[in-house]
């Protein structure tokens, strides 16, 4: 739990749904926050959302996590964007109206809603639960085309509601502290997918290198699972950070007597390190059969690879992205049963910009968390 907030008490009673349910159900204004371009900054926005349909499930939101990503696509670094444009894809609410042939959620059900929001449903990877690799493409959460909805344009969740096709929508343990919460529908299943492939369990040695928003994660979900974690990092004043979330032992990647002690020790290792750095140190850590998990997506080229790391030990070298609706549910139910949250730190709309530049100079411990009660109210006229 996220020091300083106390676990809120189960909702006993169902919201009702409002005069609308009766008849067709309408569409509602949001208030939001986002960028009207890749010079404004997150400005306030209010945005359209669509009446739900048969299938689909309005949710008011509580909180939503703010992702580093989230940063990239506001301000135009990572292409083309369409503006104006609300940022989140870590999603946390109650539902408060349903579709007519929604069963499964009801008003007043504590829900998440990650990165996605649809999928072809049709391919090989959604057949298999695997929707993130869908092979038309996935819907984002932001920043999307929707094709089954006439093509609008996505918008995510700082905002103080949002509909989603009940198919893409997660059920939130209630003894998760919701804003804590938030950060696993991102950061929480980007780390537990690759974990979960592996098959980590007790016995196994997991490897972290960085320790971020991804890497805190990893290693309290390594953790969690039974494994011995060691934490690689470049700074001295991460060690206490690490040992403080439940690392074995920390070693300092720029020693390379630390890193030659660490030889064939390790049998997976998860890198969330988003910045250019030599792989074949790692490598060399890792047993016959390791892997190493790349999650970090560093903007410019990485030093190559030497192929007779790879080859001397049999090694895999793999990416993962973030995980599917089945296994994003597992991973919040084993989030529930072992009290595994993110640490994080709680802003008001008005602080998100200078939460965004603290993003950027990594002056943040671990995740920042929007509450979207501070947004105000939405205008009589949509922006998006």
């Not at 990650?114 to 869908?134: A, F, K, P, T, W």
């Not at 309290?220 to 011995?228: R, T």
Request: glycine content about 10%; proline content about 6%; hydrophobic content about 40%.
């Amino acid at each position: 739990m996220t020091p300083g907030r106390p676990v809120p008490p189960p909702l006993n009673l169902r919201i009702p749904l409002d005069e609308t349910a009766a008849g067709p159900l309408e569409g509602r204004l949001a208030a939001a926050r986002g960028a009207s371009s890749a010079t404004s900054g997150l400005v306030g926005l209010t945005v359209a959302r669509r009446a739900p349909r048969a299938d689909d499930v309005e949710i008011d939101i509580d909180f939503c996590g703010l992702c580093h990503s989230d940063v990239h696509a506001t301000r135009g670094e990572w292409g083309t964007q369409n503006y104006p444009l609300v940022p989140g894809h870590e999603i946390v609410g109650r539902v408060s109206r349903v579709g007519s042939d929604v069963k499964d959620f009801q008003p007043g059900d504590r829900v998440g809603v990650g990165c996605m929001v649809d999928s072809c449903r049709e391919c090989e990877s959604c057949l298999d639960g695997l929707e993130q690799y869908c092979e038309r493409g996935l819907t984002g959460t932001y920043g999307a085309k929707d094709a089954r909805n006439g093509d609008a344009v996505t918008q995510g969740g700082y905002a103080s509601s949002v509909v989603v096709d009940r198919r893409y929508v997660l059920r939130v343990p209630e003894n998760l502290d919701p804003a804590a919460a938030a950060p696993l529908l991102c950061a929480g299943i980007t780390t537990f997918s690759p974990l979960r492939h592996f098959g980590v369990r007790k016995g196994h040695v997991v490897g972290v290198v960085g320790l971020g928003g991804l890497g805190h994660m990893a290693v309290k979900l390594a953790k969690a699972m039974g494994a011995e974690v060691k934490v690689f990092t470049t700074s001295e004043s991460k060690v206490s950070a690490a040992l403080e979330l439940g690392a074995d032992d920390v070693v300092l990647s720029r020693n390379e007597e630390a890193m030659a002690a660490e030889n064939r020790s390790i049998d997976v290792i998860i890198d969330t390190v988003a910045a250019p750095h030599d792989l074949n140190p790692f490598f060399r850590t890792l047993r016959r059969d390791g892997a190493l998990f790349q999650l970090g997506l560093p903007s410019e080229a990485m030093p190559p690879v030497n192929p007779g790391a790879l080859i001397r030990r049999r090694i895999s070298y793999a990416g993962s992205l973030i995980g599917g609706i089945a296994e994003t549910q597992e991973m919040l139910d084993f989030c529930a049963e072992h009290g595994v949250v993110s640490d994080i730190e709680l802003v008001g709309a008005e602080q998100l910009n200078d939460a965004y530049d603290r993003m950027v100079a990594g002056d943040v411990k671990y995740r920042f968390v929007l509450d979207t009660s501070t947004l105000q109210e939405p205008s009589e006229r949509a922006d998006a």
